[in-house]
């Protein structure tokens, strides 16, 4: 992918911070930000939060990794995209049951359908599910 956008989930996100996370994908991805714009569901925030600190309580996040990584996030093009709680209840919960996912994570996906978008995640479970809807991954 060249310029245009996509959908980020939360596993790239983190592979940024968690040393052992770390992948030539996951940065692969960060630098597409300079051309790319990323949409993320509105659990994204959260998501992104909570993981932070249950990194940081595990030890598996300094304290200089993590103000990097909360300093890059507030810096780069990631729109978040809100979505209303009808379609959240009866859509994502639906794609989330068929696709064996967790309701966080199909947002992801359905988010990405609704665009018409390619996903970047490193999630196994998630990129499968992307496959078998054949919305198109960042990520091999």
Same mark, same amino acid.
């Given at each position: 992918?060249?310029?245009?956008?996509?959908?980020?989930?939360?596993?790239?996100?983190?592979?940024?911070g968690l040393?052992? $996370?770390?992948?030539?994908e996951a940065?692969?991805? #960060? @630098?597409?930000?300079?051309?790319?714009?990323?949409?993320?569901?509105?659990?994204?925030?959260?998501?992104? %939060?909570?993981?932070?600190?249950?990194? $940081? @309580?595990?030890? +598996? &996040?300094?304290?200089?990794?993590?103000?990097?990584?909360? $300093?890059? =996030? /507030?810096?780069?093009? =990631?729109?978040?995209?809100?979505?209303?709680?009808?379609?959240?209840?009866?859509?994502?919960?639906?794609? %989330?049951?068929?696709?064996? /996912?967790?309701?966080?994570?199909?947002?992801?996906?359905? &988010?990405? #359908?609704?665009?018409?978008?390619?996903?970047?995640t490193l999630?196994? +479970?998630?990129?499968?599910?992307?496959?078998?809807?054949?919305?198109?991954?960042?990520? $091999?």
């Amino acid at each position: 992918m060249s310029t245009g956008a996509f959908v980020l989930d939360n596993s790239v996100v983190m592979a940024w911070g968690l040393r052992e $996370e770390r992948t030539d994908e996951a940065h692969r991805i #960060m @630098r597409m930000l300079g051309q790319a714009k990323a949409l993320v569901p509105a659990v994204w925030p959260l998501e992104f %939060a909570n993981a932070m600190l249950v990194a $940081e @309580r595990r030890k +598996r &996040l300094s304290d200089a990794d993590a103000a990097w990584l909360r $300093e890059s =996030i /507030l810096c780069l093009p =990631i729109s978040v995209v809100t979505e209303t709680t009808p379609h959240v209840v009866t859509t994502v919960l639906s794609l %989330a049951r068929v696709q064996g /996912l967790s309701v966080y994570d199909a947002s992801y996906l359905d &988010l990405a #359908m609704r665009e018409g978008l390619p996903l970047a995640t490193l999630d196994d +479970r998630l990129r499968s599910a992307a496959q078998a809807c054949s919305v198109p991954l960042l990520v $091999e």
